[in-house]
């Protein structure tokens, strides 16, 4: 069973928004942290957003004021909404998780943003 599996992807204009989601399938009493990376081509993957489990959130500076990640225990689900989205937005973004007590880092399969210039 995959851990993580994000949805929400696709085609967007500039300044406008897409909310992602990240649906994990173990429960989130195992999760310590999540977080959504993004990839664009060419270049190194890099953090996008990250919450605890108890619920303190982290931000790359390029999206602060803009993006806002948050968690649904109930649903077992992450998001990540990204409001005013720029051209440079464009990648795949990727969920991943950390457990507790386990060193690892946990990744979904990826969905494109794209955001045409």
């Known amino acids: 069973q995959v851990p993580l599996v994000e949805s929400g992807g696709g085609l967007v204009q500039a300044g406008g928004s897409l909310r992602l989601s990240c649906a994990a399938s173990r429960s989130f009493f195992r999760i310590n942290t999540m977080g959504w990376y993004r990839q664009a081509p060419g270049k190194q993957r890099e953090l996008v957003a990250g919450?605890?489990?108890?619920?303190?959130?982290n931000y790359a500076d390029s999206v602060k004021g803009r993006f806002t990640i948050s968690r649904d225990s109930a649903k077992n689900t992450v998001y990540l909404q990204m409001n005013s989205l720029k051209h440079e937005a464009t990648a795949v973004y990727y969920c991943?998780?950390?457990?507790?007590?386990?060193?690892?880092?946990?990744w979904g399969q990826g969905t494109q943003v794209t955001v045409p210039s």
């Open positions: 919450i605890t489990s108890g619920g303190t959130t």
């Open positions: 991943s998780d950390r457990l507790i007590n386990d060193p690892n880092t946990y």
